[in-house]
Nanobody, 120 residues
Framework: VQLQASGGGLVQAGGSLRLSCAASGRDAYRTPMGWFRQAPGKEREFVAS????????SYADSVKGRFTISRVNVKNTVYLQMNNLKPEETAVYYC??????????????WGQGTLVTVSS
């Protein structure tokens, strides 16, 4: 599986962005996927995860109610809709595949990351 993340950019605090992660290659169809982020000088942290059929979703407490993870399996694409963004959420956002949940060690494949910058 290969992953291509996109959709990052500069947004003002309170604004919204939608990230996309397209999966390709063998075993890409219906693989569980997740989003993580890493801010400068900080460790990578879990953001959200979605099961292969899209029924199961999981979120970090800090993003519940503001972020939504979804997928369109015919496109092998997972989305992360981010609303009411905060400056402290400035980070490189990574998508990952092969696992459903918050444990980064469970994911087999990682995308290249897309930078989200939230200005105050």
């Amino acid at each position: 599986v290969q992953l291509q993340a996109s959709g990052g950019g500069l947004v003002q605090a309170g604004g919204s962005l939608r990230l996309s992660c397209a999966a390709s290659g063998r075993d890409a169809y219906r693989t569980p996927m997740g989003w993580f982020r890493q801010a400068p000088g900080k460790e990578r942290e879990f953001v959200a995860s979605i099961s292969g059929n899209g029924v199961g979703t999981s979120y970090a407490d800090s993003v519940k109610g503001r972020f939504t993870i979804s997928r369109v399996n015919v496109k092998n694409t997972v989305y992360l809709q981010m609303n009411n963004l905060k400056p402290e959420e400035t980070a490189v956002y990574y998508c990952a595949a092969g696992y459903y949940g918050s444990n980064s060690d469970g994911y087999r494949v990682w995308g290249q990351g897309t930078l989200v910058t939230v200005s105050s």
